[in-house]
């Protein structure tokens, strides 16, 4: 079975500031990736996702992560922070394969201030 | 409108009582989840269901059932709830099995 740990439960950072929130995870086979990002009050939204290709993905508001094998980790960074960047981050994992369910790590706390 | 709806939004009951979460989408996908967050703890998966006539226990499925009523809906039921059942829940989707798409969440309350 696959894990994920997430090793900070909360990251605070001041605005304008660069951010790594670090993702490892557990598997015996070949992986999917995921980031979800939850704002307060709301359900989780895909943030970015690894399936295959390219080890760096980028999301559309400047986040962007690498897929390292050989660590397997999936660490997410963003070089320049703001404060509606403040939210809880999961990432979150998948077996290679049409029948696998999400495990997700258990988020990390990014808290921007002025 | 919304893709992913649940009902209740919001919930509070007694110890022993029958609850039951709803959750429709109207994404046309196939599978669907529930999960419960907890503070420190992430999500846990309860049940999914990969079809009309697929149900899979999850990671922390005791004291919990699930009814898929047709591709567009899944309930999920506590028996008899207990105060450890207060939790935030959540319904999801997707077709393959890669993104899953959430809904706005039910938080529970069990007195």
């Known amino acids: 079975a696959q894990s994920v740990t997430q090793l900070d439960s909360q990251v605070p950072v001041f605005e304008e500031a660069p951010v790594e929130l670090r993702c490892n995870y557990s598997?015996?086979?070949?992986?999917?990736l995921f980031w979800y990002v939850q704002y307060p009050n709301q359900g989780l939204q895909l943030l970015l996702k690894?399936?295959?290709?390219?080890?760096l993905v980028e999301s559309i508001n400047g986040f962007e992560a690498e897929f390292n094998k050989s660590q397997t980790s999936f660490h997410l960074r963003k070089p320049s922070v703001h404060i509606s960047d403040t939210a809880e981050y999961f990432c979150?994992?998948?077996?290679?394969?049409?029948?696998?369910?999400?495990?997700f790590g258990k988020g990390t706390m990014l808290l921007v201030s002025p | 409108d919304a893709d992913v709806t649940q009902t209740p939004r919001n919930r509070i009951t007694k110890t022993g009582k029958r609850i039951m979460l709803e959750c429709s989408q109207t994404?046309?996908?196939?599978?669907m989840y529930w999960y419960r967050q907890d503070p420190g703890l992430g999500l846990r998966l309860i049940y999914y269901?990969?079809?009309?006539?697929?149900?899979n226990k999850g990671e922390i499925s005791d004291g919990y059932s699930v009814s898929r009523q047709a591709q567009a809906k899944f309930s999920l039921s506590l028996e008899s709830a207990i105060p450890n059942q207060t939790a935030l829940y959540f319904c999801?989707?997707?077709?393959?099995?890669?993104?899953?798409?959430f809904g706005p969440g039910t938080r529970l309350t069990v007195l």
């Open positions: 598997s015996s086979v070949s992986v999917y």
């Open positions: 994404k046309g996908h196939d599978r």
């Open positions: 999801a989707t997707s077709d393959l099995g890669y993104e899953q798409f």
């Open positions: 979150a994992v998948s077996l290679n394969s049409g029948y696998s369910t999400l495990t």
């Open positions: 690894y399936l295959s290709g390219s080890t």
């Open positions: 269901s990969f079809d009309v006539k697929d149900i």
